[in-house]
């Protein structure tokens, strides 16, 4: 069987606050766009297959997996990647001593800052639950969940709940 015939097209979307104009193949991963078209080699390759959350980025908001989502799909839409994120989000996980060789790191900032962004998220689910996505193979998540609730704390002071966000 022949295999499907791959064409360049040019998207247009937007890269971390940027409106950038892209030529892709039509069957490349995002991750690939982002890595060796834009430069943008923070963002981590770990499984290649969704499984590890290493590549992960905001799409329009949300965590994807980006070696999961076909770079047409980023189309008129808007991507946040680890080199917006400010580095104050890398700061609750080196006080837990939540990174070790680093492959991970990029990926669970994304999905910390996500759920930064988003406390509202946990009087829902957990911090594990909405981290799961991200393995890590070093530390083990005790340091993330704690450096992230921490972090959660001391940006919502305000906030009284049941004491069981991990
Ligand atoms: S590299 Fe994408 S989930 Fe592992
Ligand atoms: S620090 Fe090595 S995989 Fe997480």
Do not use: F
Not at 93 to 100: K, N
């Amino acid at each position: 069987m022949r295999a499907p015939e791959t064409h360049s097209t040019e998207i247009h979307l937007v890269v971390n606050g940027e409106s950038t104009r892209v030529s892709v193949d039509t069957d490349e991963r995002l991750l690939d766009t982002l890595r060796l078209r834009l430069g943008l080699t923070g963002t981590k390759e770990g499984c290649g297959e969704g499984e590890c959350g290493a590549c992960t980025v905001l799409l329009d908001g949300l965590p994807v997996n980006a070696c999961l989502v076909p770079a047409v799909q980023a189309a008129g839409r808007s991507v946040e990647t680890i080199e917006s994120i400010a580095p104050d989000r890398l700061g609750h996980m080196l006080e837990s001593g939540a990174t070790q060789c680093g492959a991970c790191t990029p990926g669970v900032v994304i999905s910390s800052h996500w759920v930064r962004e988003n406390p509202h998220l946990l009087r829902t689910h957990s911090i594990r639950e909405l981290m799961a996505g991200n393995l890590c193979r070093c530390t083990g998540y005790d340091g993330i969940v704690e450096g992230l609730a921490a972090a959660i704390d001391a940006e919502n002071p305000d906030t009284h709940d049941n004491g069981e966000r991990a």
